[in-house]
Antibody
């Protein structure tokens, strides 16, 4: 059974930093891309970042230069380092395992964690 | 960035109704379109990938169709557990963008 368990959320002041973790189990972690998707309170879903199985990374413009995604295949864990946090970063952050039906573009968010809440406020 | 527009934004329907939700990307995305269901306080769940492929374990009353710039999610006979918010999402290009969501409520 695939399980994704996020941790590291909490209350942080504007300008502060936080590191989210997502511990994965139930699949061959090193073989799959992993993403972070967030949802501001009462709002829709926003893709944040992805890291491929080979370590290639992509970011949404809204977080580029402030957030860094990484993975440790020995620990089956993906991370999201968030710096220079702003009020608009307040959201539930989900990690997601990517499934794929076609190489390069045929991806979808196959499994999701339960989410961790990040609140940026003074 | 590819903008994804869903319609309607909200919808009231009754158990047993047939419901259709539309998703229109701002440019052609071939069949690189996925649909998700989200219930309050829960993580999203994939229903359909590649525009029309049913994810394993998803009831067959859900179906997807379309390509290019016009996609639909259809629920053939609404069940009580289907009242939720539905999102489309494109994987054609980065950033992967979602529609704004369609909230399906009980009439």
């Amino acid at each position: 059974e695939v399980q994704l368990l996020e941790s590291g959320g909490g209350l942080v002041q504007p300008g502060g930093s936080l590191r989210l973790s997502c511990a994965a189990s139930g699949f061959s972690f090193s073989s799959y891309a992993m993403s972070w998707v967030r949802q501001a309170p009462g709002k829709g879903l926003e893709w944040v970042s992805v890291i491929s199985s080979g370590g290639t990374t992509y970011y949404a413009d809204s977080v580029k230069g402030r957030f860094t995604i990484s993975r440790d295949n020995s620990k089956n864990t993906v991370y999201l380092q968030m710096n220079s946090l702003r009020a608009e970063d307040t959201a539930v952050y989900y990690c997601a395992k990517e499934g794929w039906w076609e190489v390069l573009m045929g991806n979808y968010f196959e499994y999701w964690g339960q989410g961790t809440l990040v609140t940026v406020s003074s | 960035d590819i903008q994804m527009t869903q319609s309607p934004s909200s919808l009231s329907a009754s158990v047993g109704d047939r419901v259709t939700i539309t998703c229109r990307p701002s440019q052609s995305i071939s069949k690189y379109l996925n649909w998700y269901q989200q219930k309050p306080g829960r993580a999203p769940k994939v229903l359909i990938y590649a525009a029309s492929s049913l994810q394993s374990g998803v009831p067959s009353r859900f179906s997807g169709s379309g390509s290019g710039t016009d996609f639909t999610l259809t629920i053939s006979s609404l069940q009580p557990e289907d009242f939720a918010t539905y999102y489309c999402q494109q994987s054609y290009s980065t950033p992967r963008t979602f529609g704004q969501g369609t909230k399906l409520e009980i009439k």
